[in-house]
């Protein structure tokens, strides 16, 4: 399974909405809290690129040498039409500055000093240790998960709905009285997670490991390939 420390970086690294958090300022102000960029340094900081009126930008600018507070909070939302679509939250907080110079007109770019990282998502909540996040690296398909997973949805809902054969007495009951849908919820290199659902309030999720980590999109297709196959024999 993927560590807490490299979800972590997937999320951040993501295209998952975001919102820079700063004791003080106001919530009507959120919609200028939402950074444009986001990436990691070699040091595990965090960079976000906001617009030069943000009030976290005059905050950070005015702060000078005081340390000013803050939380980066990501939301992860999947990309299929699901229930209980939140699939996790990350939260990095630290210490925040201003960069000058990388940024273009209009936009200015702040350093989250890392200091304490956590991840609620669909593996579990946990905390991680910095040096784990700053040495971690993104899952390898975090940029073309969303393309991907609805895909799948779009494109092999009979192949998908084989999946429930590999599940047992659990999915064989409930077959019998009413089909349930099966809806690609999450991928990475180690394997693909669907929900199961019978309606919207009876769901269960299932995970389908891959035989071995998927580097590229070819090894994926074969992966994806070896797992359809399995499911249909």
Do not use: K, Y
Request: net charge negative.
């Amino acid at each position: 399974m993927p560590s807490a420390a490299e979800r972590t970086r997937t999320l951040v690294q993501s295209t998952c909405s975001a919102v820079l958090l700063v004791p003080g300022l106001p919530a009507s102000a959120w919609d200028r809290l939402m950074p444009t960029a986001r990436n990691v340094g070699p040091d595990g900081d965090v960079f976000v690129e906001l617009p030069a009126d943000s009030p976290a930008v005059r905050a950070a600018t005015h702060a000078e040498a005081d340390e000013l507070a803050a939380v980066l909070e990501i939301t992860d939302v999947a990309p299929v039409s699901v229930p209980h679509r939140i699939r996790g939250r990350a939260r990095i907080s630290g210490w925040l500055t201003t960069v000058p110079g990388l940024s273009g007109p209009g936009r200015t770019t702040l350093r989250l000093e890392t200091d304490e990282v956590c991840v609620d998502d669909l593996w579990g909540a946990e905390t991680v240790v910095p040096e784990d996040f700053r040495d971690a690296t993104p899952d390898p398909f975090a940029g073309h998960e969303t393309e991907l997973l609805q895909h799948l949805h779009a494109g092999h809902g009979e192949q998908l709905d084989l999946l429930c054969a590999m599940l047992g007495e659990r999915t064989a009951r409930r077959r019998a009285a009413h089909r349930p849908s099966v809806v690609p919820l999450a991928l990475d290199r180690f394997g693909l997670r669907v929900r199961v659902c019978e309606d919207r309030h009876r769901c269960f999720d299932a995970r389908f490991e891959f035989p071995g980590p998927v580097r590229d999109i070819t090894g994926l297709r074969h992966a994806m390939h070896t797992l359809f196959e399995a499911a249909a024999h």
